[in-house]
Each structure stands twice: as structure tokens, then as C-alpha cells.
């Protein structure tokens, strides 16, 4: 079985996209959001952003609704990310 390569500059660009996903969540722009966020999940190739884009559209949808993003889906978004440096972007968020 032959090992599969992984583009490095293509993962740092999937890394870019979450997290201007999340500062578009921040700045309330939602359609930003969730074109970066798909844009992550694309260029992504060990599907560390896989789940990004539904957390950013649950993110969007309490946005909408109440102004907030809720504890559930700030942990959605945690999850999302996994840890490392974005980490941060999403405790911005509770707010």
C-alpha cells in the first residue's frame, strides 16, 4: 500500500480558511463564514476541518437567532478545529 502524500502548503491553506472562518463568525459576516469554512473542509486533506463547515452553519443558525453563539455549539466549534491554534479564535466567540 503506498503512503499518501500530503501537500503541506495545501494543509496550511486549509488551517488559513478555518481560521478566517472563524474571524468572519466573529466580525457576524455568515456568508464569509461559511465559504471559507467549506474552503477549509476542501483543501483539508486529513480531515482535521471535516466538520468545520456544519459547525459554522450551526454557529450562523444561533447567530441568527439569537444574537449568540450558544455553549453547545461553541463546543461544536471546538471540536471543529481541534486543538492547536485555532483553539483561541473560538474562546473569542464566548462572549
Avoid at 496550511?12 to 465559504?35: G, I, P, S, Y
Avoid at 474552503?39 to 437567532?65: H, K, W
Avoid at 471546538?78 to 466567540?93: H, K, T
Wanted: charged residues 20%.
Amino acid at each position: 500500500m503506498y503512503a499518501r502524500f500530503v501537500d503541506g502548503q495545501k494543509q496550511r491553506n486549509a488551517l488559513t480558511a478555518a481560521e478566517q472562518a472563524l474571524r468572519a463568525l466573529a466580525a457576524d459576516d455568515a456568508e464569509k463564514a461559511q465559504r471559507a469554512a467549506a474552503r477549509a473542509a476542501e483543501l483539508d486533506q486529513i480531515s482535521l476541518y471535516a466538520a468545520l463547515p456544519d459547525a459554522v452553519a450551526a454557529a450562523v443558525a444561533d447567530l441568527d437567532g439569537t444574537g449568540s453563539i450558544g455553549a453547545g455549539t461553541l463546543a461544536g466549534l471546538r471540536a471543529a478545529v481541534g486543538p492547536g491554534p485555532l483553539q483561541g479564535l473560538v474562546d473569542e466567540l464566548d462572549g
